[in-house]
């Protein structure tokens, strides 16, 4: 079986995250320059079945900042790995959820932003994995 992969997809730093090969456990796996993020996909996606991807939204359901961008992502993955299906996570409070399990860490972790976003990416898979059942 093949993994899952969540994108915390962001301006400046992008969170991965990705399914143990059982799809059962959320792990995170790395944080990468978002400019470096066409550089970083080919080399993961023949290990993924799936990729989600945080979408952004206000608590009452309007488009943030970020909207647009990850629109804009979506899009050209899906121009670019056609066969990878991709589905959309909402990632409301998902940041948030992320600064809470970030408390639990030594101060030194806590101080990387990009374990933030490694984790918020697992926080989203998490809650795919949990509606999904998987």
């Known amino acids: 079986m093949k993994r899952i992969l969540a994108?915390?997809?962001?301006?400046?730093?992008?969170?991965?995250?990705?399914?143990?090969?059982?799809?059962?456990?959320?792990?995170?796996?790395?944080?990468?320059?978002?400019?470096?993020?066409?550089?970083?996909?080919?080399?993961?996606?023949?290990?993924v079945e799936l990729v989600i991807v945080g979408y952004p939204r206000r608590l009452d359901g309007r488009p943030t900042d970020m909207t647009g961008p990850v629109g804009n992502f979506v899009r050209l993955f899906r121009q670019r790995f056609p066969a990878i299906p991709l589905q959309l996570v909402e990632e409301r409070l998902s940041t948030q959820a992320a600064l809470h399990y970030i408390q639990a860490l030594p101060q030194a972790l806590r101080r990387d932003k990009g374990i933030q976003d490694q984790i918020a990416a697992a926080v989203l898979l998490d809650t795919y994995l949990i509606r999904t059942r998987r």
């Open 7 to 47: 994108i915390d997809y962001g301006q400046k730093r992008t969170g991965l995250a990705w399914t143990d090969k059982e799809q059962k456990v959320p792990l995170p796996l790395e944080t990468i320059d978002t400019a470096k993020i066409w550089e970083r996909l080919p080399h993961l996606i023949p290990e």
